[in-house]
């Protein structure tokens, strides 16, 4: 199925006693970019995200912000420091005794330096945490590549509307083509009537030059190959996998084709046909650069 490369999803849950939300967003990018934004402690997740966004995200500039908030109290220690405690024991009796002053360097005295004692958090589980996250992005997940599925259909809709324009524009110049050499041979017997008069006309000189006209002006294998590669494009279009840069490089043929028809045309009904062309070529070439 087409895919566009623009997309969005967000999810949220509770999960283990914390709130998780993840959101995932992605615009046009030509290869996969990511980028994630996570709480700083939790940071290990960075890389967990952006491997398993790549293994059902092909292309695009992805961005994944993920926040997590504890709704229980987290189990933590405060561990002191006695060897620093006991010097700021031994440092106020010293004070007390040199200046004569009263030693009231009790526990709440004490407790203002905060040097004395650090908190340690448990450290968090990191297999559990990813495990409740990837929960929660799994439901995100589902919904960004939905989307992005949705806005592929439009794309294949609009763009095969197009191809099927230009075969018609095709058709038309398959046709007026030979049309043109035997205009193009009436005109060249009058105009060399007109010119000999009375003279005879060498009608086997005049069936050369008609002949190296038509061969001049020939877009047949042009239209049979923007025809073939209409007919890829079809194929393309059904495809399972990331086919966007494929589907670049194929317009390109498009556009080639539709060039050199138009340098070989010298009628104006087809000249106008292969502006046409090209103007659809162009709007499909817009419309594949949103395709994953």
């Known amino acids: 199925m087409i895919k ?13 006693g914390a709130n998780i939300s993840v959101e995932i967003k992605s ?5 996969f970019e990511f980028y994630s934004k996570t709480p700083r402690i939790y940071g290990f997740l960075d890389e967990k995200l952006k491997n398993y966004i790549q ?14 908030e504890a709704l229980e109290a987290e189990e933590c220690t405060v561990a002191i420091n006695h060897s620093l405690a006991g010097g ?13 002053i009263v030693n009231d360097a009790g526990v709440t005295a004490l ?12 450290e968090a589980d990191e297999d559990k945490v990813w495990a409740d996250v990837k929960s ?8 960004f590549i939905s989307m992005r599925e949705r806005e592929g259909e439009k794309l294949k809709a609009d763009i095969l509307s197009r191809c099927e324009t230009i075969l018609e524009e095709v058709s038309f110049i398959e046709v007026r ?24 006309v060498d009608e086997q000189r005049l069936l050369t030059e008609a002949a190296i006209y038509a061969d001049k002006i020939a877009v047949a ?16 279009m059904q495809s399972d996998i990331a086919i966007g840069r494929k589907m670049d490089f194929l317009v390109q043929e498009f556009n080639r084709e539709a060039n050199t028809i138009g340098s070989k045309a010298q009628d104006v009904e087809i000249a106008k046909k292969v502006i046409n062309i090209k103007s659809e070529v162009e709007k499909i070439r817009e419309q594949v650069q949103n395709i994953e």
């Open 177 to 200: 083509s030979p049309q043109t050499v035997v205009e193009y041979n009436a005109k060249l017997l009058e105009r060399m009537k007109t010119v000999l008069a009375d003279v005879h």
């Open 55 to 68: 293994s059902r995200v092909s292309r695009g500039k992805v961005e994944c912000y993920v926040y997590i």
């Open 88 to 100: 700021y024991v031994k440092a106020f009796a010293e004070l007390s005794e040199r200046y004569g």
């Open 221 to 236: 294998e042009e239209t049979v190959r923007l025809r073939s590669h209409i007919s890829q494009m079809h194929e393309f």
């Open 27 to 31: 615009v046009n990018h030509r290869y």
């Open 111 to 122: 407790s203002r330096y905060s040097d004395i004692f650090s908190i340690h958090k448990e």
């Open 4 to 16: 566009s490369m623009t997309g969005y999803g967000r999810a949220q849950q509770t999960v283990n």
């Open 136 to 143: 929660v992005l799994d439901v995100a997940l589902e919904s």
